[in-house]
């Protein structure tokens, strides 16, 4: 039972373009949304959340949004720059005391020179 | 500060045989996640604990898998009588607070059961 899906396992975008990542979830529980990164023989790296009671939240060239109706969202990269490709995981939890983390398959980013 | 520290790195283990895997939480860490990376799948919880208690084990196989944090030292992930399909890498996480965002991952342990 995948709760957590990207269904994209690659994406491949030009350097300095918009990169978009995608993740769907079907457990109405998860109220808090994570998107982490991760380089080979490396742990994952926190790279942006956002909590079910907003829809946007952005860090410098990174924007993840939230369409709480839909149980989808995506994650904006831009410009888009080759230190980017790597492995990314979205990931959720339900703040309920205990916050393991539920992950997706992954999509692999490459960015083209 | 240093980050989470796992070791071994890498681990080859012969069917039957126990592995043991550790993780050393950041300064100041008093919780521990442990995940299961399958080739080409996402990482899977496996178990919670806060010094010295299990929180949540209900992401364990119900046999030969067991972990600890005890007050003093590593967590340590232990897995008994290994099978082809423990192999896997496994990272632990650990956080100040247990909160989502607050968790930071270790490198990792690759094991390889032969």
């Known amino acids: 039972d995948q709760q957590v899906k990207q269904n994209s396992p690659s994406l491949s975008v030009q350097e300095g373009r918009i990169s978009i990542l995608n993740c769907d979830y079907t457990?109405?529980?998860?109220?808090?949304f994570l998107w982490y990164k991760k380089y080979p023989a490396e742990g994952p790296t926190f790279l942006i959340s956002i909590s079910s009671i907003k829809d946007k939240n952005e860090d410098g060239r990174f924007t993840v949004f939230l369409n709480k109706s839909a149980k989808h969202l995506s994650l904006h990269i831009v410009p888009s720059q080759p230190g980017d490709s790597a492995v990314y995981f979205c990931a959720a939890s339900a703040q309920d005391g205990n916050e393991k983390l539920t992950f997706g398959t992954g999509t692999r980013l490459t960015i083209i020179p | 500060n240093a980050g989470v520290m796992q070791n071994p790195r890498h681990l080859v283990r012969r069917r039957g045989q126990e592995a043991r895997l550790r993780c050393s939480p950041m300064?100041?860490?008093?919780?521990v996640y442990w995940y299961r990376q399958l080739p080409e799948e996402g990482l899977k919880f496996m178990v919670y604990l806060q010094k010295e208690n299990i929180i949540d084990e209900s992401g364990m196989p119900k046999e030969r898998f067991s972990a600890e944090f005890p007050k003093e030292g590593p967590s340590i992930l232990r897995i008994q009588q290994v099978v082809r399909g423990d192999s896997a890498a496994y990272f632990c996480a650990s956080s100040p607070t247990g909160l989502a965002d607050t968790q930071y991952f270790g490198p990792g342990t690759r094991l390889t059961v032969l």
């Open positions: 457990n109405s529980m998860f109220d808090y």
């Open positions: 300064k100041g860490h008093s919780h």
